[in-house]
């Protein structure tokens, strides 16, 4: 008999994690928005976002020995715990005199957990699901953090403007008690590894053994690693770096049109969640190439379109349509390459080498950032030098990784 999708323990997960992230989309784009207006600087509030994700890329690791040693039910009730304890804390504290400095503390503290967070939820759903059933998990998680992307920041945006910075806080705290509530009734499958023993000679250990593992036992899961963070590399830095730069400085378009593009992209990666659902049967690993030359294809037209003689809203037009398609197929792939890993390392282990998932596709996205800004900006006269390579080089990238998926 096939175990159902929706069992207890991954029912409240779910719920637990779409209060979370609502909460959280919608404390970051207020206090986005309260730096925007203390400061009329854009540079510095992603100065302060850049610099509090150096915490989540180093502890990731430590997160994930710590997601293989206790018990992981009780880690994600106490990190969201925490979280809502630092967000009202500051909320409390929080004056026009330090308001940087608190936002700044805050969101390295946020940092910290995350590290801590991510590696958890994912080392947990294997232990609560088998089979088929991991693609469908990993799917519906990646649902819920698409619709709260979607709706998220229009609520927070409207409750700003309404009542101030206080209380969507206040908001985003109760929604991480709430998160932290429903977690306490999850009946965790894995209680973790027992050490009695030297603190770092523990973590120094199960950091080579981990290690070893991706290195040299399972190395094809290490390539599968290498292939995300190329895939989020260029889709990522194109997508955030090139879509916004193209539609207000290249079209001259306004805010609405930029809005529309984001919301655009949000239901594509909704979509994107929703076929890698359905297809789990039908799109096995030996496919999963051409998910990668779909997303290169995709910006081939996107930058052809500069090529010929158009007005800027049919550009424009081309080109959301065409980041669409990629958010679409990052997000089947993503899910699929998430899921492979999950399938394939031993629950034991598990937390770590999601951890190292976590961490190297969080240096591929701000990378890809930083280059495709120079790109763009070297290039605005003639972006098709950016778009057409980039899209030929997925697909290379692609053909060449078929034999990898086929094995």
């Known amino acids: 008999m096939e175990q159902k999708l929706f069992t207890k323990n991954f029912t409240l997960l779910v719920l637990g994690q779409a209060s979370s992230l609502f909460g959280n989309y919608i404390l970051r784009l207020a206090l986005s928005m309260y730096v925007l207006e203390a400061t009329g600087s854009s540079a510095i509030f992603a100065g302060i976002l850049s610099i509090a994700t150096i915490p989540t890329i180093l502890l990731s690791p430590l997160g994930g020995i710590l997601a293989d040693r206790a018990d992981r039910r009780n880690i994600m009730v106490s990190l969201d715990t925490l979280t809502g304890t630092a967000v009202l804390c500051t909320a409390v504290f929080l004056t026009g005199n330090n308001a940087l400095t608190v936002i700044s503390v805050l969101l390295v503290a946020l940092s910290v957990f995350g590290a801590f967070e991510t590696p958890t939820v994912q080392s947990c759903i294997p232990g609560m699901l088998e089979g088929d059933n991991i693609i469908r998990g990993n799917a519906v998680v990646n649902q819920v953090a698409s619709v709260?992307?979607?709706?998220?920041?229009?609520?927070?945006?409207?409750?700003?403007?309404?009542?101030?910075?206080?209380?969507?806080?206040?908001?985003?705290?109760?929604?991480?008690?709430?998160?932290?509530?429903?977690?306490?009734?999850?009946?965790?499958?894995?209680?973790?590894?027992?050490?009695?023993?030297?603190?770092?000679?523990?973590?120094?250990?199960?950091?080579?053994?981990?290690?070893?593992?991706?290195?040299?036992?399972?190395?094809?899961?290490?390539?599968?690693?290498?292939?995300?963070?190329?895939?989020?590399?260029?889709?990522?830095?194109?997508?955030?770096?090139?879509?916004?730069?193209?539609?207000?400085?290249?079209?001259?378009?306004?805010?609405?049109?930029?809005g529309a593009a984001e919301s655009a992209l949000a239901a594509s990666a909704i979509l994107g969640s929703t076929l890698a659902g359905l297809l789990t049967k039908k799109l096995k690993s030996g496919r999963l190439a051409l998910l990668l030359m779909v997303i290169g294809t995709c910006m081939i037209p996107a930058g052809a379109v500069f090529l010929i003689p158009s007005g800027a809203v049919f550009k424009y037009t081309v080109n959301v349509a065409a980041f669409c398609g990629m958010q679409a197929a990052i997000s089947i792939f993503s899910i699929f390459a998430v899921s492979m890993i999950q399938q394939n390392t031993p629950d034991c282990l598990l937390g770590k080498v999601m951890a190292y998932t976590s961490a190297i596709t969080m240096c591929a996205q701000p990378a890809g950032q930083m280059v495709y800004g120079l790109l763009f900006d070297v290039f605005r006269g003639a972006v098709y030098f950016v778009l057409i390579p980039t899209g030929a080089a997925v697909c290379v990238i692609g053909l060449l990784a078929a034999g990898f998926f086929r094995r």
């Open 148 to 258: 709260s992307y979607l709706i998220a920041p229009l609520l927070g945006g409207i409750l700003y403007e309404a009542l101030g910075l206080k209380p969507v806080m206040y908001a985003s705290v109760a929604c991480f008690f709430i998160t932290a509530s429903f977690e306490c009734f999850i009946k965790p499958g894995y209680q973790g590894q027992s050490y009695k023993g030297n603190f770092l000679f523990m973590v120094k250990n199960d950091f080579f053994t981990s290690m070893r593992f991706i290195m040299k036992e399972r190395t094809d899961i290490m390539k599968l690693l290498l292939l995300a963070a190329f895939s989020r590399f260029f889709v990522m830095g194109v997508t955030l770096v090139g879509l916004p730069f193209m539609v207000r400085t290249i079209f001259g378009l306004d805010a609405k049109y930029y």
